[in-house]
């Protein structure tokens, strides 16, 4: 069945008269319609490509694990260790690769090996839903996020043409996520390279690609070479002193240390002057407070969840420990 029935589809395209619809569809067509204006897809490729998805036809969504995948700090032991040792050995695996790509983007190996491990277990869970047919169902649902959907769906259809890709074939996330990098379309088409030069961005096979769009990504976003990223705190913070409810204007930190802030012993002080926020992570009943800095708030854009920046830490902590590196 073409969406809505292929011959209304297309008259609607072609701007013909058209019999009565419900609202819904009507909009449909109309957004349909100006992807073909706006962007100069063939309406009748356009319409055999999405035709058989029927409206509603949602793909089977399996049930939210207990722990979410992407968010390493809740993660058990267990996996973490796994995810670690894995981090571990890619980093030497691609050690010269990695190096090229921390000297090109400024962003040290084992933040771009932590995104990847977190992302798609080093992509080995890439997701399984057709991008396609994800983000066309959810594009001409009810739901509130239908314009964003509709957005993304554009995004993938241009990035396939950009890339070569028969836009059937792409599997990923149920919110179109793609590659070993996870990117939704819009992302990955902003902010995705071609580091190995072959011309392709290819984010579901190339180490060099993946890495390098990891990298590309935060840099673009403003990562600072040579800054801490987190440093845990002494105890609680002193009564007056509350937790950043923002991370885009953070004060100085001899700010927090006038205020009577405290890192935990041993703890190296960081740059007088340099913009820092304090963040709360509730953890199995324990509060763990930290002071974070720029490159936090950098992979925050990445996911906003802050105990998923946090988790991106721990597990660049990790791979980078004794033997990882050099
Ligand atoms: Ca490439």
Same mark, same amino acid.
């Given at each position: 069945m073409r969406w809505g029935g292929g011959l209304v589809g297309l008259s609607l395209l072609f701007g013909l008269a058209v019999p009565v619809q419900a609202a819904g569809v009507v909009a449909r067509h109309a957004w349909l319609a100006q992807l073909v204006k706006q962007d100069r897809f063939d309406p009748v490729w356009l319409d055999d490509l999405l035709g058989e998805f029927e409206a509603g036809a949602r793909p089977r969504v399996p049930p939210k694990p207990a722990v979410p995948r992407t968010c390493f700090t809740t993660q058990p032991p267990v996996v973490k260790a796994q995810v670690e040792k894995e981090g571990r050995r890619l980093m030497s695996t691609h050690k010269d690769l990695l190096k090229r790509v921390e000297k090109h983007y400024g962003v040290p190996a084992p933040f771009v090996v932590a995104l990847w491990g977190i992302e798609s277990r080093y992509g080995t869970?890439? +997701?399984?839903?057709?991008i396609l047919k994800s983000l066309f169902t959810q594009a001409v649902?009810?739901?509130?996020?239908v314009p964003f959907f509709r957005e993304q769906l554009r995004e993938f259809l241009l990035l396939s043409r950009e890339e070569g890709w028969d836009p059937r074939v792409p599997k990923g996330s149920y919110d179109g996520a793609i590659g070993q990098v996870q990117m939704l379309p819009g992302t990955l088409r902003r902010h995705a390279v071609d580091f190995d030069g072959? +011309?392709?961005?290819a984010v579901y096979s190339s180490p060099a690609d993946v890495l390098g769009s990891i990298a590309a990504y935060l840099a673009d976003n403003g990562w600072r070479r040579g800054q801490p990223y987190s440093l845990p705190v002494a105890g609680k913070p002193p009564p007056g002193v509350a937790v950043s409810r923002t991370l885009s204007k953070m004060p100085p930190w001899k700010w927090w240390r006038k205020k009577g802030l405290r890192l935990a012993p041993g703890v190296a002080e960081p740059p007088a002057d340099l913009p820092t926020a304090l963040i709360k992570l509730e953890e199995r009943g324990r509060d763990r407070y930290h002071v974070v800095f720029n490159n936090f708030r950098v992979v925050t854009l990445w996911n906003r969840y802050r105990p998923f920046a946090m988790g991106v830490g721990e597990l660049a902590a990790r791979v980078a420990r004794k033997g990882s590196r050099e």
């Open positions: 869970d890439m +997701g399984n839903f057709p649902g009810r739901s509130s996020r072959d +011309g392709r961005r």
